[in-house]
């Protein structure tokens, strides 16, 4: 039963090394077939043609916070630019000495929007910690009150300008939108025709356009010396110019979706606003959350346009830095910084919606 | 339910609870219900059958205003179905629906899609609504779910929870469109098992379906519909074992 031979032992031996690892991957992805080892020898040299030279510029031979004077010798980026300006770029024409307001300002809001993304803060508390807040925005922007100096809304200008034209954008345009989609549904001939008149209008037409009509056609027609605020001219012509487009994309959301919806709802006897506001307005809103997205994203950057109007928003304020004579000649460095900056906010929106997405998601 | 246990809740001496009166319907040019009458007393079971396209949806799709009709009268607990909103809503809280394909509202839990109605229609409080939505819940052997998202449930689970949410509305009449077409055997029985309990404790109840064994156990009275009429009607035993028209024949011979 127990036999002499013993089975013979078995060898453990390593896989070969290129298939394996690092080198595994590589082989498998990178150069497995001709062409594709042509595409990686390429790229290769592409990237070692542009990145070192990129990183000695940006990084290595780069100054930080020097006089201008100092980037005059140097071969890299001046990056001085901005952190020698930055109180003219972020608040623009605001007096020196009254900065910290709409620094706090801009602080408030952000504390606002983030506190308002927790969906157990949801109350009616909520509604009034936003009233205070913006009545307290308001007062530290315009001043006057409390030995604050009074700043012309004209003076706005830089971020604080950025933010609050895209934030109160976005915040009106989206109601509106959904209102003007809603009423190009109608089964009543005026309110559908007037809905589809506005929404090809102002489609038709570019965001440069309409702040020009804003700011220069529009006062126009009004009677003698009456004036409207110009940021509130800009603001209202930005908002008007976003409901288009939500209107449109909430659309393709109340198209997609399904008969048995509304009859569900019309059988259990809810009327028009209970059907709308409990069973379709939250399923067709949560389905075109990402292009909804897509339009806000497009407003906020948009608020450089504002600059046709001579109002002075983060771009423009760069770009009045960038005249100086001590810094012209660094506006790879400036652009880049606005780059950084525009990409910081859209990205903070985006990663936001998905997990709003994520959240909203009642496995299908 | 053989024919000597079978309450006949019908009391036909009192009004009827839906009477529809020389209707005929329209779409465009097509005549797809022409001169339907029909008294449903309260408490009467009546399934309607046919083949597809004989308008036997519509007919029940009449009668809370998903279609309008364009000639005759449909009047529900007193009420006349009229371009009047207010009576349109008024029967369509009185009137129940379960469809073929459910209809729950997806973004909602079990227990927020039974207790809409009560709470946006007949203003009960949210306290209230919760507890009869969960006696309703346990009544169709579903409570446990009563959390969940209608896309996690099963089709028989989600007909059941769609029958308990038309009851909370405590509706007098229920209508049911082919309840369990989309549903696989299995399921079948769980959602006509409830169906029968609901008729057994007397609930009025209009049914188009194929499930012909439904018929027989309990129904008072089984309609054939054929192009937009109704070509026969009759007690259930006398429907199946002595149909008196070349159609009804024909119709019976390809389903049984």
Wanted: charged share 15%; with cysteine.
């Amino acid at each position: 039963m127990s036999a002499p031979n013993t089975t013979p032992t078995r060898e453990y031996l390593k896989p070969p090394v290129t298939e394996v690892g690092v080198l595994g991957w590589l082989h498998g992805n990178l150069f497995n077939t001709w062409y594709n080892s042509v595409l990686t020898i390429l790229f290769a040299v592409v990237l070692w043609q542009v990145v070192p030279p990129f990183i000695s510029w940006a990084f290595i031979d780069s100054v930080w916070n020097t006089p201008s004077e100092a980037c005059r010798d140097i071969e890299g980026a001046c990056w001085s630019i901005i952190p020698q300006n930055i109180s003219f770029i972020i608040f623009g024409f605001f007096p020196d000495g009254e900065q910290w307001r709409p620094g706090s300002a801009m602080l408030i809001l952000l504390g606002l929007v983030f506190f308002s993304k927790n969906s157990n803060h949801w109350k009616k508390s909520l509604g009034v910690y936003w009233l205070i807040g913006l009545i307290v925005m308001g007062t530290l922007m315009y001043g006057g009150v409390f030995g604050m100096q009074v700043v012309e809304t004209a003076q706005w200008s830089g971020l604080p300008l950025t933010f609050m034209l895209s934030f109160f954008g976005m915040v009106a345009a989206y109601p509106l939108g959904v209102l003007l989609a809603l009423g190009r549904q109608s089964k009543m001939p005026a309110i559908k025709t007037l809905c589809v008149v506005y929404i090809e209008m102002i489609r038709g037409v570019p965001l440069i356009s309409l702040l020009f009509m804003s700011s220069i056609m529009f006062p126009l027609f009004l009677p003698e010396g009456i004036t409207i605020d110009k940021v509130l001219r800009a603001q209202v012509a930005i908002i008007l110019f976003t409901a288009a487009y939500i209107a449109e994309v909430v659309r393709g959301g109340l198209q997609a979706m399904s008969r048995g919806q509304f009859e569900a709802a019309d059988s259990l006897g809810l009327n028009y606003n209970q059907t709308m506001r409990l069973i379709i307005l939250p399923q067709a809103l949560k389905i075109v959350i990402p292009p909804s997205l897509g339009i806000l994203l497009s407003a906020f950057k948009d608020t450089s346009l504002v600059v046709i109007i001579a109002l002075y928003d983060v771009l423009k304020t760069t770009k009045v830095t960038l005249s100086n004579p001590k810094w012209t000649g660094y506006s790879t460095e400036a652009y880049i910084f606005l780059a950084i900056l525009y990409f910081i906010c859209c990205y903070a929106m985006s990663s936001y919606s998905r997990k709003l997405e994520k959240s909203l998601h009642t496995g299908r | 339910m053989n024919e000597t246990e079978k309450q006949t809740a019908a009391k036909p001496d009192t009004a009827p609870i839906i009477e529809v009166n020389s209707m005929h319907k329209w779409y465009g040019d097509f005549h797809v219900l022409s001169d339907i009458n029909l008294k449903v007393a309260l408490g009467e079971r009546i399934v309607i059958c046919g083949p597809s396209g004989s308008g036997k949806s519509t007919l029940i799709r009449c009668i809370n205003r998903l279609e309008e009709h364009q000639r005759g009268q449909i009047i529900v607990n007193g009420t006349e179905l009229t371009n009047d909103i207010k009576n349109i809503e008024k029967v369509r809280a009185e009137v129940g629906m379960v469809f073929q394909h459910f209809n729950l509202f997806p973004h909602l839990t079990i227990l927020e899609n039974l207790t809409l109605g009560p709470i946006w229609v007949r203003k009960t409080p949210k306290k209230d609504a919760d507890e009869m939505a969960m006696m309703y819940l346990e009544k169709v052997h579903i409570a446990e779910q009563a959390l969940k998202f209608p896309g996690q449930l099963s089709g028989g689970q989600q007909q059941r929870v769609a029958i308990a949410r038309s009851l909370c509305m405590k509706p007098e009449v229920m209508l049911f469109d082919e309840p369990t077409s989309a549903l696989d055997p299995e399921m079948i029985k769980e959602v006509l098992d409830v169906m029968i309990d609901l008729a057994e404790e007397g609930m009025t109840m209009l049914v188009v379906t194929h499930e012909m064994g439904f018929a027989k156990s309990v129904a008072d009275r089984v309609m054939f519909m054929d192009e937009g009429q109704v070509v026969e009607e009759n007690n259930p035993h006398d429907f199946f074992d002595n149909p008196q028209n070349e159609r009804t024949k024909l119709f019976l011979s390809q389903i049984l």
